[in-house]
DNA sequence: TTAGGGTTAG
């Protein structure tokens, strides 16, 4: 347990290397005593997350390999596998892409026996969606899960809307929304699936669907963020609807919600777009007031764009602010 | 009740 420890330890620093880590369950598998499970599984759950290092390139692909070490050759009387090393491995296929492999291991954990009421709902829908088999996806969530002994949590229904939103079916997206906030609904929506659903409206053009969505999750008392309102007001700014984008924005200042460089960006291209630059330089007057920056790929096509429409003095204002933040960093 | 996992702009 100590040698594990300080293992994970080392995969946090990103010092564990492939061999290192063999060499450690040699030592774990011909000891007398059972693994320590609890141990293990925090073991497993580090390499799952950890990034790439000098020392270990892919430490998920590490973790899966080294797990069917354990099948394979730790005591069956003495197995410290349990329902959640089968969720961290899960997890950890997720992470290197291989979602296939996510759902064999589901498959195996089914034919070992163990209780499954504890199945980590999240990554065993993840693992549907990241292979692209969707309507799986919904299947497990509304009846499968139930048929194992657990209760779908808001991150799988956040999950699985929005792969329905990546496939343009917000519309159905909204019917399982609906499915959450009714009655007697496992989880309440807070603001991410209401986000999530909206922002699928407005990427499949329908802003009128999405805004109304907006007004729903108002009355259910969930507060939209910056998130949810720049989604409408990039939707509504390519949808040429100025007007209504700068009133979302007053609305969002109204309301305590604090715009960022991504709402103005929205914003200032959005005028760009339509040649309004009087009204786009205004945005970002207000920006620059607020602290805020454009990043520099937009700031340096905006001054161009400027100069390309004979706004020259708009243009150097702008990139003297520039050359001031500049000077108020190094400073 | 062993870990940590969902949303936006480009």
């Given at each position: 347990s100590a040698a594990l420890a300080a293992a994970t330890e080392r995969v946090r620093a990103g010092t564990l290397s492939p061999a290192d880590a063999r060499h450690l369950f040699d030592e774990l598998l011909q000891r007398?005593?059972?693994?320590?499970g609890q141990a293990l599984n925090g073991f497993l759950a580090a390499l799952a997350r950890a990034p790439a290092s000098a020392a270990c390139g892919d430490s998920p692909a590490l973790a899966v390999s080294l797990f069917n070490r354990l099948c394979r050759e730790a005591s069956p009387h003495a197995s410290p596998l349990t329902v959640h090393t089968y969720s961290i491995l899960m997890d950890c296929c997720c992470r290197a892409r291989r979602p296939d492999l996510g759902l064999a291991f589901f498959g195996r954990l089914l034919r070992t026996g163990l209780?499954?009421?504890?199945?980590?709902a999240y990554a065993l829908i993840k693992c549907f969606c990241l292979a692209k088999r969707t309507d799986e996806a919904v299947s497990v969530l509304l009846h499968r899960l139930s048929e194992l002994g657990c209760v779908p949590d808001a991150l799988s229904y956040s999950v699985v809307l929005k792969v329905l939103c990546d496939d343009s079916r917000s519309q159905r997206a909204l019917d399982l929304l609906r499915m959450m906030s009714?009655?007697?609904?496992v989880c309440a929506p807070n603001v991410v699936p209401y986000s999530t659903v909206i922002h699928g409206f407005c990427k499949e053009g329908k802003v009128s669907k999405a805004c109304d969505l907006f007004n729903k999750m108002g009355q259910q008392g969930v507060k939209p963020n910056v998130v949810t309102y720049t989604s409408i007001i990039d939707a509504l700014c390519k949808a040429r609807a100025m007007d209504k984008a700068e009133s979302f924005l007053r609305h969002m200042v109204d309301n305590d919600v604090r715009p960022n460089n991504v709402t103005y960006k929205c914003i200032i291209q959005g005028y760009s777009s339509l040649g309004l630059w009087n009204e786009a330089v205004k945005i970002f007057r207000e920006m620059t007031s607020r602290g805020l920056m454009l990043d520099d790929v937009t700031r340096n096509s905006f001054v161009a764009s400027l100069c390309n429409h004979g706004r020259s003095k708009e243009a150097a204002e702008i990139a003297h602010q520039m050359i001031e933040s500049e000077t108020t960093v190094s400073n």
């Open positions: 007398p005593t059972p693994v320590p209780r499954t009421d504890g199945v980590d009714k009655e007697g609904g």
